[in-house]
Nanobody, 125 residues
Framework: QVQLVESGGGSVQVGGSLRLSCAAS????????LAWFRQAPGKEREFVTA????????KYADSVKGRFTISRDNAKNMLYLQMNSLKPEDTAVYYC??????????????????WGQGTQVTVSS
């Protein structure tokens, strides 16, 4: 049974930082592209960042570039998202996702097979 479990969300003030984690089980972790998506109230789920299966390549949405950093530890089956300089518009539920290698070449959520339950991030001014 595949499980992706996010943690690390919470409330933070503008300019603050949070580090999200995603623990994976039941998949061949090192063979999967991993990503973070987010969904704000009343909005569609949007791509945030992805990392290739070996971790050598990353991509970011323009809205988070330079502020967020994705990383993975294949030995521990863990995915991370370091979020700095947080803004109110970063407020959303953040989801980790896993998918086949082809998923790296898209920002669409439909290419990702497995999803976590989400963790809430709230940034207040």
């Amino acid at each position: 049974q595949v499980q992706l479990v996010e943690s690390g969300g919470g409330s933070v003030q503008v300019g603050g930082s949070l580090r999200l984690s995603c623990a994976a089980s039941g998949i061949t972790f090192s063979s999967n592209v991993l990503a973070w998506f987010r969904q704000a109230p009343g909005k569609e789920r949007e791509f945030v960042t992805a990392i290739s299966w070996r971790g050598g390549n990353t991509k970011y949405a323009d809205s988070v570039k330079g502020r967020f950093t994705i990383s993975r530890d294949n030995a521990k089956n863990m995915l991370y998202l370091q979020m700095n300089s947080l803004k109110p518009e970063d407020t959303a539920v953040y989801y980790c996702a896993a998918g086949p290698r082809v998923a790296y070449y898209t920002t669409g959520s439909d290419k990702f097979d497995f999803w976590g339950q989400g963790t809430q991030v709230t940034v207040s001014s």
